[in-house]
């Protein structure tokens, strides 16, 4: 990004970059009028931004960058000398998975504000570094499209020898995509998975082609209370659950269950997915009509975990019990203490039989609470997302890629060293409830100190239609070179501090002996047990500073200058300053430092001569009278390095 200053002052601008989720910032930095470059260093969130204003004052070009609340805005500000140019280039990094044999990515295409121009290059390449095919939704009008020599189709099939390049030198007469959605389709894992370590640190890859599917019990929550009826939502799920009823087998039970102001408001079954029954389900849940506006969240899940226990306990061994819950509000009826709540079903599922899957409609669901059931009972929480695809779709993905084809459940991945020198320690999540077919495992961790034998060792095993299977692998460590060691570990890193963070969250109301159960931590022995929620956060903090990862709420990335690039201004006030309502340096409060971003305005009142992008605390982004028009030119170079990193530069 170049931006410039006509002012005989320092001036910072704000940017808001909306980012695919499961991506991280991995480097920035800034490059003064006269080459010099300054490169961004991870710190406590405090310290950075005391570093940025510093050095904004001095009249030194700075970037500084954070995540907001949301977890997939990021908050870019960009200290101009007087009378200067900064130039800032990011890096991002975004961990993909497969699911239903395809791996899906997003990719960045412009900010949240108009830019005069923007160049774009992709490819994707497999972990051998060979080009591969690939989708991308790609339709920008008078650009690339139906328009533009594709014959009509958006969606564009790459040649593996030809990547796809964009320039757009009259960005601001486009309406461009925020991000691109694009998805390939990568190599079979070996049966027993892929395992390699660098010695330090490992990732292992799951994923065995040659199970059967197992059969299935479900109970289906479906809120139906009032507030259902705004944005589509009660026709979103009606949709969405008939055309995954559809896709039932005979060997599958299902039990359809809505709740509102009672756990229980309207039932269907359980019975068996065959064509009748799966007819009659589709009738009755097309026929499911709102209730009040009160959600009586705590009957509806202790209801539907009682009939769900029961039809694991009449069923084989080798079925998968899974209850999933689809809701848009809080707990308004019967017990809303969400501590409660969440120790009555925990308590109820104590064996695990249960697999508790939730999705939650972004901005109304307590998703705090529907993450931590899940997260307690061993399940996924997604939010359904505003602004993507339709509320249906998101929810059909969902069900069709987490629970359309169940090859295992209960699965547990160990590790050990051939020698007993060999620790492996601080591993991601490695039990995992259920994997679907055309889904993969995916467990990341670190190798301590090892004898002079480093074989790594890993056994996982599972449920199956077949009864329990174990699969076998070991690996030594491999010269995987300086770059890809590098993103073994941020990768790892990035897993960890999600997994951390995610708990810390949940121990709001959880409690510490909760939590304890949930994650064993490097530091847990010097952990005072009724701080246990503090060590979590504080062993995420040492995690993200070490791994130079930008954390929400942790930590944040500045550029540090050197004694070669200062030309320090002593007389450089900030007169325009992007991070406040009124265009100033802001008086902060010395014991908060959070910034939460509201992102209602849209592109359009940015670009206006006197709009503000408003955050809470009293800041803003300004573009007031006096503040010279940001020029901005975005370039992108894209590359894949592995099935689980997508490299992004942005020299914005």
Known sequence: MEVANALDCSSIHVISLQLPLDTRITSVKTIADDGCTSRGDVQELKEARDNF???????????????????????????????????????????????LDEVNFEIPLAPNEKVDSVVFDLMVEDTSGQPVDFHVDLDVPGVYGPSVGDGGNSTVNANSAEPIHLDIPDARQHNLPQVIRGKYHPDKLPENGLLYTDGRCFEHFFHPESLAPMPRNFVFLIDKSSSMQFDSKIESAKQALTLFIDSLTPEDTFTIQSFGNKGTEQLWGSGPGTTEKKQDAKNFVNSMSLSSWDTNLHEAFLEGLVRAKHDASVSDDNVATILVVLSDGYATRGETNR??????????????????FSLGFEGSADMQLLDAIALMNGGVSVPLLRGQDGFAEQITNFLD?????????????????????????????????????????????????????????????????????????????????????????????????????????????????????????????????????????????????????????????????????????????VCIDGTTPDGREPARDENNYDYAYDES????????????????????????????????????????????????????
């Open 601 to 652: 305005d849209n592109t359009e009142s940015m670009a206006a001569s006197d709009s503000s992008y408003k955050m809470n605390s009293g800041y803003s982004y300004s573009s007031g009278a006096g503040a010279p028009p940001p020029r901005h030119g975005l370039v992108y170079f894209f590359a894949l390095l592995s099935a689980s990193f997508f490299v992004t530069i942005l020299k914005i």
């Open 53 to 99: 204003m510093e050095a904004a004052s001095n009249g030194l070009p700075v970037a500084y960058v954070e995540v907001a609340e949301d977890s997939s805005t990021h908050s870019l500000q960009v200290a101009i000398p007087p009378l200067g140019t900064s130039n800032v280039e990011l890096v991002l990094e975004q961990l993909l998975k497969q699911r």
């Open 339 to 356: 501590t409660k709540i969440a120790e009555h079903i925990y308590e109820l599922n104590d064996e695990g039989t249960v697999k508790i």
């Open 401 to 573: 890629s987490e629970l359309g084809s169940v090859l295992m459940s209960d699965v547990n991945v160990q590790y050990s060293g051939a020698s007993e020198e060999t620790k492996v320690y601080d591993a991601t999540q490695n039990t995992f409830p259920l994997l679907a077919d055309g889904y993969e495992v995916v467990v990341r961790g670190l190798v301590g100190e090892s004898g002079d034998d480093k074989t790594l060792r890993t056994i996982t095993s599972a449920s199956t239609l077949e009864g329990i299977k174990n699969w076998e692998l070991s690996v030594t460590p491999d010269d995987m070179g300086t770059v890809k060691s590098s993103l073994c570990f941020q990768s790892y890193a990035h897993d960890r501090i999600t997994q951390l963070l995610r708990l810390y969250d949940a121990s709001d109301f959880l409690g510490n002996e909760l939590i304890k159960r949930l994650v064993t931590l490097s530091s847990q022995k010097d952990c005072d047990e009724k701080e246990f929620a503090k060590c979590i956060r504080a062993e995420a903090l040492a995690l993200a500073t070490e791994a130079n990862v930008v954390a929400k709420g942790l930590t944040a990335m500045v550029t540090v200058d050197d004694d070669g690039c200062m030309k320090v201004h002593d007389d450089a006030e």
